[in-house]
Structures are given as structure tokens and as C-alpha cells.
Nanobody, 125 residues
Framework: QVHLVESGGGLAQPGGSLRLSCAAS????????MSWARQAPGKGREWVSG????????YYADSVKGRFTISRDNANNTLYLQMNSLKPEDTPLYYC??????????????????WGQGTQVTVSS
């Protein structure tokens, strides 16, 4: 049974930093690309960043490029998102997601089959 559990959200000031974690279980983590997405109240889910199964390549939305860093620890089945230079618009709920197919990278939401419950990030002074 696949489980994805995000943590690390909270309150940060503009310009501050937070590090999100996603603990994965129930599947062979090292075989699957993973992504982070976020969703503000009343808006659709926005893809933020993705990483290959072996961590060799990372991709970012233009809105976070240069500020966020995605990484993974395959030995400990954990995905991370280091968020620096936070802005108020970085505020929404953040989700991690598992790609549906092994060794296949995608940024399409429909090609991710499991999502965590989300962790709230609030950027405010």
C-alpha cells in the first residue's frame, strides 16, 4: 500500500526558507520519478518541481526556478524540497506525488498515481 506523507510546512517570513520532506512507503521508491505540486485555495494544482528516479535530473517551474531545490534520498525513501527566498505567492498547500510508470519522468498530473495529503506553507510577515 503506497503512502506519501509530507512534512515541514509552516509559517515563514518573506525571504525566508523552509524544507519540505515527503516520506514514501509501499513501493520501490528508487524506481519512480517524483514531483512536488502546490494548490492555493480556489485554484488548480500547479506543478512545482520534479526529479528523475535516480535523482540525476531535476526540473522546476519558472515561478520557483533559482529559489527551490528538489532532491531525494533513495536509501531512506524520502523526497525533499528546499525552498529559499520565499514569497507570499509561495503560500499554498504542497503535495508530493509518485509517477505512475517506473523509470519514466513526466510533469503531467494525470501521469502521477499517488499523492500525499499535503503540507501547508504560509509566507507572511
Amino acid at each position: 500500500q503506497v503512502h506519501l506523507v509530507e512534512s515541514g510546512g509552516g509559517l515563514a517570513q518573506p525571504g525566508g526558507s523552509l524544507r519540505l520532506s515527503c516520506a514514501a512507503s509501499g513501493f520501490t521508491f528508487s524506481k519512480y520519478a517524483m514531483s512536488w505540486a502546490r494548490q492555493a485555495p480556489g485554484k488548480g494544482r500547479e506543478w512545482v518541481s520534479g526529479i528523475y528516479s535516480d535523482g540525476s535530473l531535476q526540473y522546476y517551474a519558472d515561478s520557483v526556478k533559482g529559489r527551490f531545490t528538489i532532491s531525494r534520498d533513495n536509501a531512506n525513501n524520502t523526497l525533499y524540497l528546499q525552498m529559499n527566498s520565499l514569497k507570499p505567492e509561495d503560500t499554498p498547500l504542497y503535495y508530493c506525488a509518485k509517477a505512475q510508470r517506473p523509470y519514466y519522468y513526466t510533469e503531467y498530473e494525470d501521469e502521477y498515481d499517488y499523492w500525499g495529503q499535503g503540507t501547508q506553507v504560509t509566507v507572511s510577515s
